[in-house]
């Protein structure tokens, strides 16, 4: 039985990422990466650089949209290690969520309005 499910995550593994850098010529690992560091730099913002984070973000947010065309790619919907990817990702999106205004649409990541606080 053991056997069955190795072999099953393996076969899983392998065609998450070759899925995943098919559909976005990343591997899992960076997409994660990126995002991070996205996230990362918008928490230590400033709003003195805002114009230089409007024009940064719509380049950078192309990370995320790269991200939702995995989520929502058909052929690895049952992959066990897609479960894993979105739990990240699901952090991941509340902590970026904190930095836009429109958040409460459904694709917020295709048009994001930024907000600015003073620190």
């Not at 559909?23 to 709003?47: C, F, G, V």
């Not at 990240?88 to 309005?113: A, C, G, T, V, Y």
Request: charge should be negative; avoid cysteine; aromatic fraction near 12%.
């Amino acid at each position: 039985m053991d056997t069955t499910k190795d072999e099953k995550y393996w076969k899983d593994y392998t065609e998450f990422i070759n899925e995943v850098e098919k559909l976005t010529e990343l591997s899992p690992a960076e997409l994660l990466s990126r995002y991070k560091m996205l996230i990362e730099e918008l928490n230590d913002a400033d709003e003195d650089y805002y114009l230089e984070w409007k024009y940064e973000l719509g380049y950078d947010l192309w990370t995320r949209q790269k991200i939702q065309k995995v989520i929502d790619h058909k052929l690895i919907s049952e992959n066990v290690l897609l479960k894993n990817f979105k739990e990240q990702i699901e952090k991941m999106d509340l902590e970026l969520k904190k930095h836009i205004l429109n958040s409460d649409r459904n694709d917020w990541w295709n048009n994001i309005e930024l907000k600015f606080e003073r620190k």
